[in-house]
């Protein structure tokens, strides 16, 4: 968490038109497995290696 209570996130689409939309992050959830730059052997030794407290934080 970064603390922030707003973030705004901006877009160019097709070059010429600026779309900006305010969210809460907050109330994002991101999972290891959103990110598609990781290998599946990459997430499960990262969860083979963490138990408890810190897996539910920081892996589930």
Do not use: F, K
Not at 12 to 19: S, T
């Amino acid at each position: 968490m970064t603390g922030c209570e707003q973030a705004n996130i901006a877009a160019l689409l097709g070059g010429n038109r600026l779309v900006v939309h305010h969210v809460d992050p907050r109330s994002w959830h991101i999972r290891l497995d959103d990110n598609p730059s990781l290998s599946p052997a990459y997430i499960g030794a990262l969860r083979a290696e963490c138990v408890g407290l810190w897996r539910r934080r920081m892996i589930d």
